[in-house]
């Protein structure tokens, strides 16, 4: 497995990373990332560990990966007003950009499952290579911001994914080999901040977004901080949130939840 670090990382050229904070070992990097903003940090910080502590993806679900296997990454962006708007945005163009920087440098075919995680698919089955949590603070402050947490399961064994979750896998499993993080992380900063400067020019990544999306049409479930609802996949609105055609023939749009493939026996 490739163990080396990102200690001595630096990003040569752009304005997201240009502040980078590198952590062997850290509880939470979107925790980091939250302390310094309120604390007056401006925008394009990027925070980095090798491992978390308590790492945490959507719902509080625990988010964990062997030492220096992934990249565990968390952006600090101050969206302009409407803020809610841009926030929502900035969230769907950093999943763009992670789906543009594995597919320029490994040409791994990838999708979106709703909202922001990235998956391999393959016919009926799929397997979960990132995830993504974002978070907002500041609202009863002027400096408002996001941080948007990423994290990417770079080089894990086979034999170590069932420990991390059922439907894990990493880039090193899908394409047989090691891959450099590095290259990896510069690709996506790059990526991401090229989409941030066009949405503050006009740019709407909504279309996108929508287009890298997986399941239309399937049955799925999906499971919300208060319930588990079953439907077939309709739409996202304008906000982003989820549209499921529920099993009475009702439309529901869900803002918030963990959607899955819908099991066969159910």
């Known amino acids: 497995m490739n163990r080396v670090t990102l ?18 070992r850290t509880a939470s990097t979107n925790d980091v990332a939250r302390e310094l903003a309120e604390q007056g940090a401006a925008e394009g910080l990027v925070v980095l560990a090798e491992v978390q502590t308590a790492g945490r993806g959507r719902l509080q679900r625990r988010w964990s990966a062997p030492a220096s296997s992934s990249l565990l990454i ?26 543009a920087a594995l597919e320029e440098l490994t040409a791994l075919p990838v999708e979106l499952k709703w ?31 996001l941080v948007v947490g990423i994290g990417l399961n770079v080089n894990i064994p086979v ?18 080999r090691t891959v ?26 909504l279309p996108s977004w929508r287009s890298k999306l997986a399941w239309w049409g399937e049955e ?6 208060t319930e588990l609802v079953y439907g077939l996949v309709e ?14 023939g009702s439309i529901r749009a869900f803002p918030v939840g963990d959607v899955t493939l819908r099991p066969a026996n159910r």
């Open 74 to 99: 968390s952006l600090l962006f101050r969206p302009p007003e409407p803020f809610a708007y841009y926030a929502a945005r900035t969230t769907m163009l950093c999943g763009l950009a992670l789906v």
């Open 7 to 24: 200690a001595s990382y630096q990003r040569r050229a752009g304005w997201l990373g240009e502040q980078f904070c590198y952590f062997e």
């Open 180 to 205: 450099a993080r590095a290259p990896l992380l510069t690709a996506f900063l790059r990526q991401t901040e090229s989409r941030y400067e066009r949405l503050r020019a006009g740019w709407d990544p």
């Open 235 to 248: 739409s996202v609105d304008a906000e982003g949130a989820l549209r499921l055609t529920l099993p009475d």
């Open 115 to 145: 909202p922001n995680d990235l998956i391999v698919t393959r016919g009926a089955e799929w397997r979960k290579l990132a995830g993504m949590l974002s978070e907002i603070g500041g609202l009863n402050e002027h400096a408002a911001y």
């Open 159 to 176: 034999t170590a994914l069932p420990e991390l979750a059922p439907h894990a896998t990493s880039l090193s499993a899908e394409l047989g």
């Open 220 to 225: 799925v479930q999906l499971q919300t901080p």
